[in-house]
């Protein structure tokens, strides 16, 4: 039985240190991103769904009422995200509106959502809102977070993960 997780963009795959070891496991990931089918494809054990839409030429990733129907018909474990902006008042936000609800509506199918950010995110917002910070499972991020940032989300019982 695959595990059935959303992965959105092609840095997520390549960020998470989670894929070098999940590469071997039997997985269904649906992406929105041209760049994520084309990278899993080479692997055996993952199974690919892309959720169509209309194409953005900057992203190579599909968005609108297409990609958002699609994931209706889904429900996921595991939502592995990034976003332009983390502000820990705010919420997660994006530069594109489309890009923005569509993590809206990936993270409303799923059971657990792990967010992959720079430290450089943290406190910026970006022109639209996803959702608030309350939303997130985990935070996976690099060392250079500021102690305060860390602190918060911990408080706010949101698992935050260092890596290298």
Known sequence: MNIPILIFTAKEVGKTFAFRTLYAI?????TNSTKVVMELSKKEKIEVI?????????SLSFVGPIAEKSLRMYHVNKTF??????????????????????????IERSDAVILMVDSSKFGKLAFSLIV???EVDEVITDREIDEESRKLLEKRNVKVTIVK
């Not at 039997?26 to 649906?30: A, Q, R």
């Not at 995200?81 to 509506?105: M, P």
């Open 81 to 106: 995200l990034s976003c332009k902006g983390i502000h820990l008042e705010e919420g997660l936000s994006d530069s594109n509106e489309g890009q923005a609800l569509l993590k809206k509506k990936m």
């Open 26 to 30: 039997p997985l269904t990931v649906i």
């Open 132 to 134: 608030p910070p309350s």
């Open 50 to 58: 892309s959720t169509g839409g209309r194409l953005l030429s900057k």
